[in-house]
Structures are given as structure tokens and as C-alpha cells.
């Protein structure tokens, strides 16, 4: 397998309707490693080229052990290996569906119903794998903005190079950067009735993806590992 700058375990829906669509919103598949043109939606209070530039190099996604660097004496085959076994020993999750959200100031797909297994299966890809993530540098550690953590949030940063991980985990699949509240709401209020109804219900999960970002910081899908438990 490739050597990458970095590795992560996403969650990305498969090739469909639902995927195709969030590729060109956000610009870029990870799929193909390819730029997509955006779709043409009206009303929206930004061209959504500015709405999604932030997220757009990550890929459609949502994030069960976040972006780490390779630990001294690990490979990409090794990981690989480890990801599909791992992956094999791990149930499927069906969520009921998505809805559209506003998480600070981004907008997101987050789940309706109850995510226990899901939480259970992000903790499971943040511990079982940690042993091929590099510690963090000090400049990555800055980046997280820790004095604006709370103790408990510096002690999950410090364990596992993350604050938003275990019990601070929450599944989302961002569409947008920050944004003004009232920009947040009118790109919602335009944006749900397009991409909700793609998602299916329920929405089942039965594979998580080894990513991995290039040197010029785009991300691509590596690997899909069947969750087969």
C-alpha cells in the first residue's frame, strides 16, 4: 500500500445517488481522487465553492478514528492488515437516518436514533488501532486549541491525540465550514430538502475505510473493510 502523510478510519456511504451528490458538493471524491464540479443549487447565501472549501480536502466522510501519522516502525501494509481484521470482528450499525445540523458553525449529517453501537465502533477504531499513530507534535497539539478544552477533553487529547473521541465523540458528516448563524440556517434551510432525502432509512453501516491524505493534502479512499461480525 502507498505510503501516505497521514492515515484515518472514516466512515464514507458506497458508490450510489447519496455519495455521487456529496462528492460534487464538496468538490473533490475521494473515491477517485478526483475534483468535482459543484451542483447548481439557488438560494444559497454563498457560491458553494466558499461554503465548502474548508472540509472539502478531507472527502465525504465522517470521522471514527481521526487523521494520525504512521508511529516509527509501523507500515501501511501493517495497518491495512490490522484494519481488516479489526473490521471482521465488528457487527454492522444501523442507524434510523440523518438529519441536517448545526454543530457550532458548520452544517452536518448527524444520526437520528440510537448511536450506542456507533459510539461503540468509533471507540473500538480509536484503541485497537492506536498503536500506528505517531505521538502528536507540539504544533499538532496547538492546532486542537487546548486551553479551550475542558480537563477531561485535555486528558482524551493527551491519551489519544483527539479531544472529540469515547465519550466526546459525536458521528457527523460535514458539508460546510463555519458560518455566520444566520448564513448556517438559510444554507440549511435550502440544503435539507436536497441532500436528506438521499440518505437511505435506515441507513446501514457495514464498512469503515482506511483514508489516507497526499502530499498535497487531499485525502483518498485506500481501502473498504466489511464490518462482518
Not at 153 to 181: I, K
Request: hydrophobic share 45%.
Amino acid at each position: 500500500m502507498e505510503q501516505m502523510t497521514r492515515y484515518a478510519i472514516y466512515y464514507a456511504p458506497p458508490a450510489g445517488a447519496w455519495a455521487d451528490w456529496a462528492s460534487a458538493w464538496l468538490g473533490w471524491d475521494a473515491a477517485t481522487g478526483t475534483a468535482r464540479a459543484h451542483p447548481e443549487i439557488d438560494g444559497l447565501p454563498q457560491p458553494v465553492a466558499d461554503l465548502t472549501a474548508t472540509p472539502r480536502k478531507y472527502g465525504f466522510h465522517a470521522t471514527l478514528k481521526p487523521p494520525f501519522r504512521l508511529a516509527d516502525g509501523q507500515t501501511p501494509d501493517a495497518l491495512d492488515e490490522a484494519c481488516a481484521a479489526m473490521a471482521a470482528q465488528i457487527a454492522p450499525v444501523v442507524l434510523d437516518g440523518l438529519r441536517l445540523s448545526r454543530l457550532g458553525g458548520f452544517l452536518a449529517l448527524t444520526p437520528e436514533g440510537d448511536v450506542t453501537a456507533l459510539a461503540a465502533l468509533a471507540a473500538r477504531c480509536v484503541t485497537d488501532l492506536d498503536a500506528f499513530r505517531a505521538p502528536p507534535t507540539e504544533a499538532e497539539i496547538a492546532r486542537r486549541n487546548p486551553d479551550a478544552l475542558n480537563g477531561h477533553q485535555r486528558a482524551l487529547l493527551e491519551m489519544w491525540g483527539y479531544p472529540w473521541v469515547m465519550d466526546q465523540f459525536r458521528f457527523h458528516m460535514t458539508l460546510t465550514g463555519n458560518l455566520p448563524e444566520a448564513e448556517a440556517e438559510a444554507v440549511r434551510a435550502v440544503l435539507a430538502p436536497v441532500v436528506v432525502p438521499l440518505v437511505p432509512r435506515p441507513l446501514l453501516l457495514d464498512h469503515i475505510c482506511l483514508f489516507g491524505e497526499d502530499a498535497k493534502g487531499r485525502f483518498h479512499i485506500l481501502h473498504r473493510y466489511a464490518l462482518s461480525a
